[in-house]
C-alpha cells in the first residue's frame, strides 16, 4: 500500500510539472490587436495590406503537447521576393510540439525539407536546403524550379545537397526569409540583412523592413523558437559556459568549410560520385557536404553537431538543450544555421489538421505579462536629424506592441505609430512638419523611453 501511494504520488507530481505553464506554452507571441500581414511587390516601396493575422492566434496544451494555432504570418512586411513572384499566404497551420522532448539514444532523426520547427510568431523553420542538389550521372543540377527532377524524386537521398543560404540569397526579403508555395519560413537567424556587421545582401535598402528580433551582443539572445524535436531555439548569443556563467558570448557553429577544390569524398572522407568542382559558379560552401564538424572539447561556446548545447539560460535557470541560430563574427549566417543535419531528440513535431485530445487554452495572466514585458527595451531613432522619415529600432525582440509617439517641443502629440510585438522597427513620415527639436517617446503600460529628434529643411 505504502509503495502504491508513493507511486501515486510521484506521478501525480509529474502530472503537475506537465501541465505547469513553461516556456513551450507562454513564450509566444500572440496576437492580442487584431494586426494583419503586409508585404511589397517589386517596385513599390508601400507597404500592401494584406487580411491574415499575424503572429499566434491561438496556443494550446495537454499535459505532454502544446499545439500552436497560427498562419505563418510574422508582424513585420514580407517581401518583395526577387525573381520569385510569390507571397506570403495564410497556412492556416495547428503546430504540435512535445512538452517533454528527450535525448534521442537511438538512429538520429536528420533533418528534411520542409517545416523542421517553428518560430515563436509561427513562421515556419527549414533547414538549410532549398530542394536542389547535383545529379553526377547528368553532371547538372536537379529539383527545385527549372531543374528536371532528382533520381528517386523529392527526399531521395543525394551525394551534394545545395545551401539554401548562398544559392538563394538573392531571393530572401530583408528578414532573410522567402515562401515556398506562399509558406513563408527562414532558413536562418531572423534578424535583418541591414542589421549584420557586414551587410551582405542591399534589399534593404529598396524596401524598409526589419525582422523577429535584432542581435544584441551584450545580453543572452531571446528565445525565438522550438524545434520538430520540442528543444527550444535561441538567437546567437549566450552564457560563455554551460552552467550561465563566463558572460555573454557569441554561440559558435562547430562546422567548418572543408580544404577541398574537388568533389569527389563526403565529409567523413568516403568517395562518392562527384560534383561539380570548387568554381566561381559553384564556391566552397554552396552545397552541405563542403562542411564537416570539428569538435572543440573545452570550449563551451562551440555547438556541438546538432547545432546545439546543454545550458542554462534565462527562461530555463535548471538547464536544458537548445540550439542557437548560429551567426559568424559579420553576424552572417554560419552552417548549419539553426538545426542540423540531425536532430538532438527525437522528431515528434509536426502539422495536425485537428487536436484529438483534451486541451487547455492557454489565456496570459498579469504575471506572465509581466514576465516576458519589454521593461528592459531600449530603441535608436535614424537619421537624426532627418528631412523626410525618421525610424524608430527596437533592440532585442518585442513580446508586446510598443506605442511610439511623436512630440513638438511644446509638448503637443503629433504621430503615433504601433511596432508590433515580434517586429522591431516603425517610421516617421516628418515631410510635412516645420523644422526644429521634436521628443519620441515610447510607452509600453508603464514603461516610457523617449528621444529627442530633430527635423531640418
Known amino acids: 500500500m505504502l509503495k502504491k501511494s508513493i507511486l501515486f504520488l510521484m506521478l501525480s507530481s509529474c502530472a503537475m510539472i506537465a501541465n505547469a505553464q513553461g516556456p513551450e506554452i507562454t ?29 499566434v492566434k491561438t496556443v494550446l496544451y495537454s499535459a505532454n503537447w502544446v499545439y500552436v494555432r497560427a498562419n505563418g504570418v510574422p508582424s513585420y512586411i514580407t517581401g518583395p521576393f526577387t525573381g520569385n513572384p510569390s507571397i506570403t499566404t495564410s497556412q492556416n497551420a495547428i503546430f504540435k510540439i512535445s512538452r517533454t522532448p528527450s535525448q534521442n539514444t537511438g538512429t538520429l532523426n536528420p533533418t528534411t525539407g520542409g517545416n523542421i520547427g517553428i518560430f515563436i510568431n509561427g513562421v515556419a523553420l527549414f533547414d538549410f536546403r532549398d530542394g536542389t542538389a547535383w545529379n553526377s550521372t547528368t553532371n547538372s543540377p536537379c529539383g527545385g524550379p527549372g531543374n528536371p527532377p532528382c533520381p528517386g524524386g523529392p527526399g ?28 513563408y519560413h527562414h532558413h536562418q537567424n531572423p534578424s535583418a540583412f541591414n542589421l549584420d556587421l557586414n551587410v551582405i545582401s542591399t534589399i534593404c535598402n529598396l524596401y524598409a523592413a526589419d525582422g523577429l528580433y535584432v542581435i544584441d551582443s551584450t545580453t543572452h539572445s531571446p528565445l525565438i523558437g522550438y524545434a520538430y524535436d520540442g528543444f527550444p531555439i535561441y538567437g546567437a548569443y549566450g552564457y560563455a559556459d554551460t552552467n550561465g556563467t563566463g558572460g555573454i558570448t557569441r554561440m559558435k557553429s562547430g562546422y567548418h568549410l572543408r580544404n577541398i577544390t574537388t568533389r569527389t569524398t563526403s565529409p567523413t572522407g568516403v568517395t562518392v560520385p562527384a ?27 562551440v555547438l556541438d553537431e546538432h547545432n546545439g548545447r546543454f545550458c542554462i539560460t ?6 536544458i538543450y537548445c540550439y542557437f541560430a548560429t551567426v559568424d563574427a559579420n553576424w552572417n549566417s554560419a552552417y548549419p544555421y539553426v538545426v542540423g543535419p540531425t536532430f538532438y531528440g527525437t522528431k515528434t513535431g509536426v502539422k495536425v489538421t485537428s487536436i484529438t485530445e ?56 503629433i504621430q503615433d505609430q504601433i511596432v508590433q510585438a ?34 531640418i529643411r
Not at 314 to 319: A, D, I, K, R, S
Request: glycine content about 10%; charged content about 15%; some cysteine.
Open 314 to 319: 534565462p527562461e530555463y535557470p535548471n538547464g
Open 358 to 413: 483534451p486541451v487547455t487554452v492557454y489565456t496570459p495572466t498579469t504575471a506572465s505579462i509581466n514576465e516576458n514585458s519589454n521593461a528592459n527595451f531600449s530603441f535608436n531613432a535614424f537619421p537624426n536629424p532627418s528631412s523626410e522619415f525618421i525610424a524608430v529600432q527596437f533592440s532585442g525582440l518585442l513580446r508586446e506592441d510598443i506605442t511610439v509617439s511623436l512630440y513638438d517641443i511644446n509638448g503637443r502629440k
Open 422 to 455: 515580434g517586429s522591431t522597427i516603425g517610421y516617421f513620415d516628418v515631410r510635412t512638419l516645420y523644422a526644429g527639436e521634436y521628443i519620441l517617446k515610447c510607452s509600453n503600460n508603464e514603461v516610457v523611453g523617449q528621444k529627442r529628434v530633430s527635423i
Open 156 to 183: 531521395a537521398a543525394m551525394d551534394w545537397n545545395r545551401d539554401a543560404i548562398p544559392a538563394e540569397r538573392g531571393g530572401f526579403d530583408c528578414a532573410k526569409g522567402h515562401p515556398a508555395m506562399g509558406n
Open 275 to 301: 560534383g561539380p568542382a570548387v568554381s566561381t559558379t559553384y564556391p566552397l560552401g554552396y552545397y552541405r557536404e563542403d562542411y564537416e564538424y570539428i569538435a572543440a572539447p573545452g570550449q563551451q561556446d
Open 27 to 55: 513564450s509566444w507571441l500572440l496576437n492580442n490587436n487584431g494586426g494583419l500581414g503586409r508585404h511589397y511587390v517589386t517596385g513599390n516601396s508601400t507597404p500592401i495590406q494584406d487580411a491574415d493575422s499575424v503572429n
